[in-house]
C-alpha cells in the first residue's frame, strides 16, 4: 500500500488516536499489517466510545426496545413509533456536551444540527425540538459565557432551520463547571409507507455525497468527544464542527423530495466520525462492500489529505446509495436547491472498506469488522452503596413556609426559563398547542399529514442528576416516571422513549457501577410503565481533570393524544373551583425531603435518600388522572416534581393569575409541602366534580386530597404564611435576567 509523506506509526501517535495498546495490537492482528495513517484514523473513529459504545453495549442490551408501537428500534438513525392514519412518530436525543464547553455557539448550534438530520435521514418532517442543558455553578467564572453561546446557539440554527423548540430542561451545578451538557431532540412525522433506512442493497450501485462540502472543522471530533478534558481544553478548539441552518433547510428539502422519486436505495447522515463512519455503517448493515475515491468529494478547502477527509465532520452532509436509472433525476433535485451532488464510490461483493486519493490506496479494511470486530468491555463495577435516610430531626422546622417558596421560587434551578425560551422560535409552523412553562409541550399534528384529524403529540424531557447520584437506581426509575408523569398530565399517553446517558469516566468502576445501576431502574421503569426506548446516545468521559458531572440519564419521551382540544393545562381557570391532589394522602400530603431542592436551597444540604419509586402507584395514578382529563372533568392539571406541592401550586397561580386558599397542612408542614413524593399530580375541579372525583379515587384505592380552593391573588397557606402572586412572579421571573444581564 502506497504511504507517501505518511508519519511513522508510534506508540504515542496510537495514544493520541485514543486507542490503548491492547486495541491497536487487535488492530494489527485484524489486518496482518501495519495500518497506514488514514486507517489508523478510521479505526479510532470506529472505535472510540462515541461511536463503539464499546463500555455501554453489554447494558444497553439490558434495555426494553419493543413493543406494539415500535416500528423501528435502536440501531438506526432514530427510532420510529406507529400513531395510527398511516403515520409514524421519528424521534432520537444526542449528545454535543464536549463541542459546547470548547465553543458554546457553534457546539450547541451542530448539536441541533446533527439531530435534525437523523431525523430527515428517515423521511420524516421535522416538526419539533427540545433540549436538556446542564451548566455549572452560577458563580463559576465560565458559566455565564457558556450559557450566552449554547441558548444563541440553539436558537440560532433552530429558528434559522425552522422547526419549533418547545421544551427542554435548565439546571446549575458546580459539577457541571469544567463539562456542561447539551442535549438535543428532534421530533418528525412521516407517512408509514416511506420510512428510509441506512441499509445500502445491491452490488455496483453508485454511492453518492450530498448537500454541503467537506472542510476541515471537526476533525476527530468523535475521539475528542471519547475523552475526559484537561489543562489542554481550549486546544481542541478546531474539533468543533461549523454550521449553517440555511444549507440543512435545503438539505432537508432537497432530501425530501429525492427520496419521493424513488432514487433512493439507502441514505446516512455524516454526523460523527464523517464519510468514514456513514460509508461503513451502510456497507456494513447490507453486508457489501465500499469503495470511495476522494477525488471525487467535494471540498471547501485546498489541499485536504486523505485523513482529513475521513475524519472531518463539518456539518450539512449525506450518503447516499442511489437507483442508477434515477441518477439524472436525483442530480436534478440537488442542483435546484443549490447542493452538492457527487457520485464519489460504488458498492462492492468484497466486503472491504477502500478508500483511494490521488490514485493512491490509503485505505483498504474489512468493513464489517470496524465495526463487529470493536471492543466491548465488561468494565469492573461496584454497586454504590444506598445512602443512609435524610434524619428529619436535624431539619428546621421553618416558621413561614411562604417566605422559603419565595426564595426557592427564585432559584437558579426553579426560576422561569423564559430568557432562555424567548430567544426560540417556539411557534413557527403554527402547531404549537401547549407552548413552554407546563409539563410537556404539545403540538397538533399538522393537517398536511392528517387533514381529517386532531391528534397532538407530547414532549418532555426529564431526569433529576441528584437523585441519581445518591441512588442510581431509583434515579434511573425516577427519571422514567417523572417524564411518563409529564405527558400524562396534558392528557396524552405515553409512547416511547430516546435517552441521553452522560456519565464520567467508566473506567472509573464506581462510575461503572452508577452507570449499570441507573440502566437497572430504567429498564424496570420502562417495562413497568410500557414506555420502551427506540433510540438514543451515550456520552462518557464527561470529566475535567477527574472530576465528573453528576450522572445524568436524561430520558426524553412523547406520547400521543386524539383530540389536543382537551388538553389539560397547569394554569388555574376559575375562582371558586376546588385543588385536589391526586396520590397524596389526607393524612400526609409529602414527606419526604431526602435530595429535595428544599433542602438544598434553604440548609446548602445535599442528602438523604431520593423519594422511593412505587411504579404501579405511578402508572395507576397516571392512568386515573389521564381519564379524568379525556371525559373534561378537570381544568387544570400539574404533576408534582421539584419543590414539591408548593412549588406546583405556585406554578399553577402564577400561570393562571389567580391565587387559592390552602388547608392547614398535614404532619410537618415543610416536608408536607415542600417534600418531593412521586407519583402525584395535582388538578382543579368544580366542586360538585371535585367531590365525585375523591368518592372515585377512593374507590380504585388511590389516595387523594382536598387542598383548598382558587381564590384570590395570593396564595394563603393556613398556619404557615401567605405571598402575593406580585410577590411569587417577582421572584420567579427576575433570576434569569438579572444573572444573565450583569456584568
Not at 650 to 664: F, T
Request: proline share 6%; glycine share 10%.
Amino acid at each position: 500500500m502506497e504511504r507517501p509523506n505518511e508519519l511513522p506509526i508510534t506508540p504515542e501517535l496510537v495514544a493520541a488516536h485514543g486507542l490503548k495498546p491492547d486495541e491497536y495490537e487487535r488492530i494489527l492482528k485484524l489486518i496482518g499489517r501495519e495500518p497506514s495513517l488514514t486507517e489508523l484514523g478510521i479505526f479510532s473513529a470506529m472505535w472510540n466510545e462515541h461511536c463503539s459504545y464499546k463500555s455501554s453495549k453489554k447494558w444497553l442490551k439490558t434495555l426494553p426496545t419493543t413493543g406494539p408501537q415500535v416500528v423501528c428500534g435502536p440501531g438506526e438513525n432514530a427510532g420510529v413509533v406507529d400513531i395510527g392514519d398511516g403515520l409514524v412518530a421519528v424521534f432520537k436525543m444526542e449528545s454535543h456536551n464536549h463541542p459546547s464547553y470548547i465553543e458554546p455557539y457553534q457546539g450547541a448550534a451542530t448539536g441541533v444540527g446533527g439531530i435534525l438530520r437523523d431525523v430527515f435521514t428517515m423521511g420524516a418532517r421535522p416538526v419539533a425540538a427540545m433540549n436538556a442543558l446542564r451548566f455549572g455553578a452560577p458563580e463559576h467564572e465560565k458559566t455565564r459565557h457558556v450559557v450566552s453561546g449554547v441558548v444563541a446557539g440553539v436558537g440560532g440554527y433552530g429558528n434559522s432551520f425552522g422547526v419549533p423548540t418547545v421544551g427542554g430542561e435548565v439546571n446549575f451545578h458546580p459539577r457541571y463547571n469544567g463539562n456542561c451538557l447539551v442535549n438535543a431532540f428532534a421530533l418528525g412525522i412521516a407517512r408509514a409507507d416511506a420510512i428510509f433506512y441506512s441499509k445500502a442493497e445491491g452490488v455496483g450501485l453508485p454511492v453518492v455525497y450530498l448537500g454541503a462540502k467537506t472542510g476541515r472543522d471537526g476533525v476527530g471530533g468523535a475521539t475528542m468527544a471519547s475523552a475526559e478534558f484537561g489543562e489542554e481544553t481550549q486546544s481542541k478548539r478546531p474539533t468543533v464542527q461549523v454550521g449553517d441552518p440555511f444549507t440543512e433547510k435545503r438539505l432537508l428539502e432537497a432530501c425530501l423530495e429525492l427520496m419521493a422519486t424513488g432514487a433512493v436505495v439507502a441514505i446516512q447522515d455524516m454526523g460523527a466520525a464523517g464519510l468514514t463512519c456513514s460509508a461503513v455503517e451502510m456497507g456494513a448493515r447490507g453486508d457489501l462492500g465500499i469503495a470511495l475515491d476522494l477525488d471525487l468529494v467535494p471540498v471547501r478547502e485546498r489541499a485536504m489529505t486523505a485523513y482529513e477527509m475521513m475524519l472531518s465532520e463539518s456539518q450539512e452532509r449525506m450518503l447516499m446509495v442511489l437507483r442508477p436509472d434515477r441518477r439524472e433525476a436525483a442530480e436534478a433535485v440537488f442542483r435546484k436547491w443549490g447542493l452538492d451532488f457527487a457520485e464519489v464510490g460504488v458498492t462492492t461483493d468484497d466486503l472491504r472498506f477502500r478508500v483511494s486519493r490521488h490514485g493512491d490506496e490509503v485505505a483498504n479494511l474489512p468493513i464489517k469488522d470496524l465495526g463487529d470486530e470493536a471492543p466491548e468491555y465488561d468494565r469492573p463495577w461496584v454497586a454504590p452503596e444506598p445512602p443512609a435516610p435524610l434524619d428529619m430531626e436535624s431539619v428546621p422546622q421553618q416558621i413561614d413556609l411562604a417566605e422559603a417558596l419565595v426564595k426557592l421560587i427564585g432559584s437558579p434551578d426553579l426560576c422561569s426559563r423564559r430568557w432562555v425560551w424567548e430567544q426560540y422560535d417556539h411557534l413557527v409552523q403554527g402547531n404549537t398547542v401547549v407552548r413552554p412553562g407546563g409539563d410537556a409541550a404539545l403540538i397538533r399534528i399538522d393537517r398536511a399529514f392528517n387533514p381529517a384529524g386532531d391528534k397532538a403529540l407530547a414532549l418532555s424531557s426529564d431526569v433529576t442528576p441528584r437523585y441519581v447520584e445518591a441512588d442510581p437506581f431509583e434515579g434511573g426509575k425516577q427519571a422514567v416516571a417523572e417524564c411518563w408523569r409529564n405527558i400524562t398530565a396534558v392528557g396524552a399517553t405515553p409512547l416511547a422513549v430516546t435517552d441521553n446517558l452522560n456519565f464520567g469516566n467508566p473506567e472509573k468502576p464506581e462510575i461503572m457501577g452508577t452507570f449499570v445501576k441507573a440502566l437497572e431502574g430504567i429498564g424496570e421503569a420502562c417495562r413497568a410503565l410500557a414506555f420502551p426506548i427506540v433510540s438514543g446516545n451515550v456520552s462518557l468521559y464527561n470529566e475535567t481533570s477527574g472530576q465528573a458531572i453528576l450522572p445524568t440519564p436524561a430520558i426524553a419521551g412523547i406520547g400521543l393524544m386524539a383530540d389536543w382540544k382537551k388538553a389539560a393545562t397547569i394554569a388555574f381557570k376559575a375562582e371558586g373551583e376546588a385543588i385536589l391532589l391526586i396520590g397524596g394522602d389526607p393524612k400526609q400530603w409529602g414527606a419526604h425531603l431526602g435530595q429535595s431542592v428544599y433542602l438544598r436551597e434553604m440548609f446548602s444540604r445535599e442528602e438523604g435518600a431520593p423519594p422511593p419509586v412505587d411504579l404501579q402507584r405511578e402508572k395507576r395514578h397516571g392512568s386515573f388522572v389521564r381519564d379524568l382529563i379525556a371525559e373534561g372533568r378537570v381544568s387544570a392539571c400539574h404533576d408534582l416534581s421539584d419543590g414539591g406541592l408548593a412549588i406546583a401550586l405556585a406554578e399553577m397561580a402564577m400561570a393562571g393569575g389567580l391565587g387559592a386558599d390552602i388547608a392547614p397542612p398535614p404532619g410537618r408542614a415543610d416536608a408536607a409541602l415542600f417534600g418531593e413524593d412521586q407519583a402525584r399530580y395535582v388538578v382543579t375541579a368544580t366542586v360538585e366534580d371535585a367531590e365525585t372525583i375523591l368518592l372515585e379515587a377512593k374507590a380504585a384505592g388511590i389516595p387523594a386530597a382536598p387542598l383548598g380552593t382558587v381564590a384570590g391573588t395570593s396564595l394563603d397557606f393556613d398556619k404557615c404564611g401567605s405571598v402575593s402572586l406580585e410577590a411569587l412572579k417577582q421572584a420567579h421571573e427576575a433570576w434569569f435576567p438579572d444573572y444573565m444581564g450583569a456584568e
